[in-house]
């Protein structure tokens, strides 16, 4: 069973960086896929990147050049860098894992933890 459990996130301000961390508590097998969802109220939740064991990656186009997914495949741990930061990045971010770059199947999602970009 997959256990997510996120840390990271808070308040910056526009073109600041923060790092947000997740990392799978019982880490019973090595997870395919894992990344980051993020959703704002009233809105789907949306992907914002992913990364597969053989270190392909998906991100969405608004965050391109901006964000960097990485991880660590033995402990089922991965991190997003996200630079540049803008307003419009300001959501509950959600870490997933599961067998695609997308969420049609979810083992697990973390508990969620605020971004908010504002001066």
């Known amino acids: 069973q997959v256990q997510l459990v996120e840390s990271g996130g808070g308040l910056v301000q526009p073109g600041g960086s923060l790092r947000l961390s997740c990392a799978d508590s019982?880490?019973?097998?090595?997870?395919?896929?894992m990344g980051w969802f993020r959703q704002i109220p009233g809105k789907p939740r949306d992907l914002v990147a992913a990364?597969?064991?053989?270190?392909?990656?998906r991100y969405a186009d608004s965050v391109k050049g901006r964000f960097t997914i990485s991880r660590d495949e033995a402990k089922n741990t991965v991190w997003l860098q996200m630079d540049s930061l803008q307003p419009e990045d300001t959501a509950v971010y959600y870490c997933?894992?599961?067998?695609?770059?997308?969420?049609?199947?979810?083992?697990?999602w973390g508990q969620g933890t605020q971004v908010t970009v504002s001066s």
């Open positions: 990364i597969t064991t053989p270190g392909d990656t």
């Open positions: 997933y894992a599961g067998p695609e770059m997308n969420d049609r199947i979810v083992y697990a």
């Open positions: 019982n880490n019973a097998f090595t997870v395919y896929a």
